[in-house]
């Protein structure tokens, strides 16, 4: 049984900043690609960054700068370091993973809240 297990949210002051975390477990498949999602009440899910395991990465751009993706993959685990954090990054972040024949599996999501 696949698990994503998330990390890392909470509030946070403007400008400051706060790391997620998130482990894949439960597959024998290898994840192609993982990524944070994040969606606001009334407003559809967006995509906040990718990682393949090849190593590229991509951004939506009102993170692009502020935001780092990386992987390790002997754990199957995702970070997403977020920096010069602004109120609209206010939202539930969500992981993503895209496992080889079985397809795609999300987490349940960790709050982040940017407030002072």
């Known amino acids: 049984q696949v698990q994503l297990v998330e990390s890392g949210g909470g509030l946070v002051q403007p400008g400051g900043s706060l790391r997620l975390s998130c482990a894949a477990s439960?597959?024998?498949?290898?994840?192609?690609?993982m990524g944070w999602y994040r969606q606001v009440p009334g407003k559809q899910r967006e995509l906040v960054a990718t990682?393949?395991?090849?190593?590229?990465?991509n951004y939506a751009q009102s993170v692009k700068g502020r935001f780092t993706i990386s992987r390790d993959g002997a754990s199957n685990t995702v970070y997403l370091q977020m920096n010069s954090l602004k109120p609209e990054d206010t939202a539930v972040y969500c992981c993503n993973a895209n496992f080889l024949r079985i397809g795609a599996f999300w987490g349940q999501g960790t709050q982040v809240t940017v407030s002072s």
């Open positions: 439960g597959s024998m498949y290898s994840i192609y690609a």
């Open positions: 990682v393949i395991n090849d190593g590229r990465t």
